[in-house]
């Protein structure tokens, strides 16, 4: 990248920038919005159990309930409720990532510039294995897309940065060879 002119280099974040935007477009058309709220839902639950748990752990010890055995009969049976409404939207969330994505957004997807080869090679290799693809998978696919391309955005902004200020490379005296070479490449 350091050979690169300042336009080039410019030009390619700015490639990059909206190459995400239209990726973030393209993922919002196709998952559904109770799609992604139900995977946001299982991502954030176990963490989220914690101030549940410790709230029920609350309301059951001021309960003015004074036997012993009934106290531990409604705080278990509160824990198997939080236990089994976790187990429903997690087997939801299975049950929504085998259905079949819109054929409309693979077409979308064959059209957008930019994207990096790996993550499209596994989609394709699940699309010819069974002839659709589901949401988990355009979600992984998605989200994998979205790392690469912020990462390749950001490269590309310090790319940029480098080249317009040079000052803020290092003095490369007094560094090993290896450190040195790093720093050059």
Same mark, same amino acid.
């Given at each position: 990248?350091?050979?690169e002119?300042?336009d080039?280099?410019?030009?390619?974040?700015?490639?990059?920038?909206?190459?995400?935007?239209?990726?973030?477009?393209?993922?919002?058309?196709?998952?559904?919005?109770? !799609?992604t709220?139900l995977y946001? +839902?299982?991502?954030?639950l176990? $963490? /989220? %159990?914690?101030?549940?748990? *410790?709230? =029920?752990?609350?309301?059951?010890?001021?309960?003015? !309930?004074?036997?012993?055995?009934? +106290?531990?009969r409604?705080?278990? $049976? /509160? %824990?198997?409720?939080?236990l *089994?409404? =976790?187990?429903?939207l997690?087997?939801?969330?299975?049950?929504v990532g085998?259905w079949? +994505?819109?054929?409309?957004?693979?077409?979308?997807?064959?059209?957008?510039?930019?994207?990096?080869?790996?993550?499209?090679?596994?989609?394709r290799?699940?699309?010819?294995g069974?002839?659709?693809?589901?949401?988990g998978e355009?979600?992984?696919?998605?989200?994998?897309?979205?790392?690469?391309l912020?990462?390749?955005?950001?490269?590309?902004?310090?790319a940029?940065?480098?080249?317009?200020?040079?000052?803020?490379?290092?003095?490369?005296?007094?560094?090993?060879?290896?450190?040195?070479?790093?720093?050059?490449?």
């Amino acid at each position: 990248m350091s050979q690169e002119s300042l336009d080039t280099l410019a030009r390619k974040s700015q490639e990059a920038s909206i190459s995400l935007a239209t990726l973030s477009q393209l993922r919002r058309r196709g998952l559904p919005r109770t !799609v992604t709220l139900l995977y946001r +839902l299982c991502e954030g639950l176990p $963490l /989220g %159990l914690i101030p549940v748990t *410790l709230t =029920w752990t609350g309301i059951v010890f001021f309960l003015p !309930v004074t036997e012993p055995l009934t +106290l531990i009969r409604v705080y278990a $049976l /509160g %824990l198997l409720a939080m236990l *089994l409404i =976790w187990a429903a939207l997690w087997q939801a969330r299975t049950l929504v990532g085998t259905w079949r +994505l819109a054929d409309g957004i693979l077409g979308e997807i064959a059209q957008l510039p930019g994207l990096a080869y790996h993550p499209n090679a596994t989609l394709r290799r699940q699309l010819v294995g069974r002839g659709w693809v589901t949401f988990g998978e355009f979600r992984d696919w998605a989200e994998k897309q979205r790392q690469i391309l912020e990462t390749r955005r950001k490269d590309y902004e310090v790319a940029v940065e480098l080249a317009k200020h040079p000052s803020l490379r290092a003095d490369l005296r007094g560094f090993p060879p290896g450190a040195r070479a790093f720093l050059e490449s």
